[in-house]
């Protein structure tokens, strides 16, 4: 059936039968495809009948179906045109990760970062209910691990309190990436496990009114009140029921004609309801089901090639011993694995170190601290606000808080870091994972803009290690600094291979330093990884008879005056490089450094151009934007020639 199914409408005619049978065929579709190319994996899973069902009862794209987050939501792109293209997911020019509005009529929002789907459902809805554009259903599929997210909550209570009738499918399977935390998680979950309340509401209530000699009619005598707190100790959904929504559950997200007839009930129902789906994440796949919460959390994602046959592909056979050669040089750590075990270093030195998490622990390397000393790890969910005030509070009490957030997810706490952390000048420290392009995740997940949202703030440092010895040098020194806010951002990927420091040490904040010199034509100072991008480029143009000057600028708040002052009367060229956005960025306060102090020097800005970029490998995102030491190189000999003009 899949092979026919080129639009949503195609759904319509089918009977359930049929459409329990083209989930099957989505999900095979989808252990095929993903399990040779890579990508999201589990969640998708999942959500099979969940997509099937929506698609065969609404007529997308006039009612709106929105998915939070993305990564559960390529059946919806199979069942929406884009099947044969499912094999280019996540790859350069192929599609994109997640929803976005560019791709497709039926992604109505982009969807990238969580606990979004239900604010944008209201929004919808309400501009509906005024008459702008077509009027249609609204439903919002949100993760259980998307509803710790304060948005999603903020949008609940909105949405009781105005009596918008949106639906909202709540797809529970007690993970997002990694098992699910805090009390919300924790009352979903005892609910989905339950069997004894995977039934209405509105049973208990009749239930009650029931019960033999006369007891019912007590309970009715007794009035609302006592009514409503006897069935607290036993209803589901009594939490959204107080919110003024609707609740249809538990039913079983993967029966087809469970979803429809709770789907057809909430429609009519011109109130906000929920539907909460009990979901397998990997359904489908033994070694998710069967695996536990540790196998569910493998399979979030696939990696390339990881599955023949529908079954996983199988390990490289050992050697017989026999060596043809040297044994090959092991592969630099990644920077998260260098972050996650000097933090527990750190914390085994100082008591007061603490590390903080937004539902990322491994991501960040926080669950080397988890597994090490857990009693100093938090994972406050999908609720980067909250994690910043949490270490807010625990730096007012003497802590030492790190904050380990990817750079693009600490967006979501701007006003906290302005307000709570940096005008009350405390010791939290910003941990900056993902800094820079991060591949394939595309642009919801670049982390380009810290460096330009942070440098306007008073009171805080910034610094990005060149490789992974300067990251653990650089987390000590912001550890040791009592002072105010740090924000540390290193990028995602392995790091150099450089060997690292067996005792670490506290870096002069504000200090640069010089690695090369070079005749006095052009200087190039590079930010974290834009230093060896620097180094790469200084060798390409000795090739050319071009001999510059190397630095490493090490913090880009506070700058090194004195090495920026030297590098601009030894040189007629600075040329900065950063793996962020120019405007605002690091070169930016160069330049504003040099005109404040009257310095004629010229200045050329590597960096991020002024637009969002696509997904694809780094190397590839590098070279569309000018990344590379060859481009720079390129611009440099063609400003020291006088071919171009600097900017």
């Excluded at 077509?134 to 999603?152: E, L, Q």
């Excluded at 239930?207 to 009035?223: N, Q, S």
């Excluded at 926080?366 to 994690?387: C, K, S, T, W």
Aim: proline fraction near 6%; include cysteine.
């Amino acid at each position: 059936m899949l092979e026919n199914i080129n639009s949503p409408q195609d759904l319509h005619g089918l009977t359930e039968e049929e459409l329990e049978g083209l989930a099957q065929e989505v999900r095979e579709h989808i252990i095929d495809t993903v399990g040779e190319i890579g990508g999201h994996f589990g969640a998708n899973l999942g959500t099979c009948e969940i997509a099937v069902a929506l698609h065969s009862m609404l007529d997308s794209p006039k009612d709106k179906i929105l998915w939070d987050v993305g990564h559960q939501a390529y059946p919806h792109k199979v069942l929406t045109g884009r099947r044969e293209q499912l094999q280019t997911i996540r790859h350069y020019e192929g599609l994109a990760p997640f929803c976005a509005v560019h791709e497709s009529e039926h992604d109505i929002m982009g969807a990238g970062h969580a606990s979004t789907s239900i604010g944008y459902a209201v929004g919808l809805k309400e501009a509906m209910r005024r008459e702008h554009g077509d009027d249609g259903n609204v439903v919002a599929v949100i993760g259980d691990g998307a509803m710790t997210g304060g948005v999603a909550l903020e949008a609940v209570a909105h949405a009781g309190g105005v009596g918008s009738p949106v639906v909202v499918i709540l797809n529970d399977n007690g993970m997002s990436i990694s098992p699910n935390v805090g009390a919300i998680s924790r009352m979903f979950n005892r609910i989905r496990l339950n069997p004894k309340l995977w039934h209405a509401r509105e049973d208990v209530e009749s239930g009650l009114t029931r019960l033999p000699v006369g007891i019912g009619h007590a309970f009715e005598k007794f009035g609302p009140h006592f009514k409503e707190s006897i069935k607290a100790f036993w209803a589901p959904g009594l939490w959204w029921e107080e919110l003024d929504w609707a609740y249809i559950g538990v039913i079983d997200g993967h029966d087809v004609r469970a979803i429809r007839n709770a789907l057809k009930e909430a429609l009519v129902a011109d109130r906000p309801v929920v539907i909460h789906c009990a979901t397998v994440k990997g359904k489908g796949w033994a070694p998710a089901e069967e695996g536990g919460l540790e196998g569910m959390e493998k399979w979030h994602a696939a990696k390339p090639n990881s599955i023949v046959d529908r079954a996983p592909a199988p390990k490289p056979a050992a050697g017989n011993g026999a060596s043809a050669g040297p044994s090959p040089k092991p592969a630099p750590p990644a920077y998260t694995q260098v972050f996650g075990e000097a933090l527990v270093q750190e914390a085994k030195r100082d008591a007061r170190v603490l590390g903080i998490t937004a539902a990322m622990n491994t991501g960040t390397g926080l669950n080397i601290l988890q597994r090490e000393m857990p009693d100093r790890y938090f994972d406050v969910g999908i609720a980067e606000q909250h994690a910043v005030l949490l270490a807010a509070g625990m730096a007012l009490q003497g802590a030492k808080p790190v904050a380990a957030i990817y750079s693009t997810f600490l967006q979501r706490a701007y006003d906290q870091i302005v307000h709570d952390v940096c005008l009350q000048r405390l010791n939290v420290i910003f941990a900056l994972d993902r800094a820079g392009l991060v591949g394939d995740d595309g642009p919801t997940h670049h982390g380009a803009f810290d460096i330009a949202y942070m440098r306007p703030l008073p009171n805080i440092v910034m610094m990005a290690p060149r490789d992974e010895a300067m990251l653990v040098n650089m987390l000590h020194t912001a550890l040791s600094y009592d002072d105010g806010p740090i924000a540390l951002r290193y990028p995602r990927g392995s790091g150099l291979g450089v060997e690292l420091p067996g005792v670490p040490r506290a870096i002069p904040i504000g200090s640069g330093e010089i690695l090369s010199e070079g005749t006095g034509q052009v200087a190039l100072l590079g930010y974290g990884t834009g230093v060896q991008k620097a180094v790469d480029a200084a060798a390409l143009l000795s090739e050319q008879g071009i001999s510059a000057t190397v630095a490493d600028a090490r913090f880009a708040k506070p700058l090194d005056a004195g090495l920026i002052a030297q590098l601009a009367a030894e040189h007629e060229l600075i040329v900065t490089v950063e793996e962020g956005v120019l405007a605002g960025g690091f070169g930016s306060a160069v330049l504003e450094y040099l005109s404040d102090t009257g310095s004629g020097t010229r200045v050329m800005r590597v960096g991020l151009p002024d637009r969002y970029v696509t997904h694809g490998a780094p190397k590839l995102l590098h070279a569309e934007v000018g990344y590379t030491p060859e481009r720079i190189a390129e611009r440099v000999s063609a400003a020291v020639s006088g071919r171009s003009r600097v900017a």
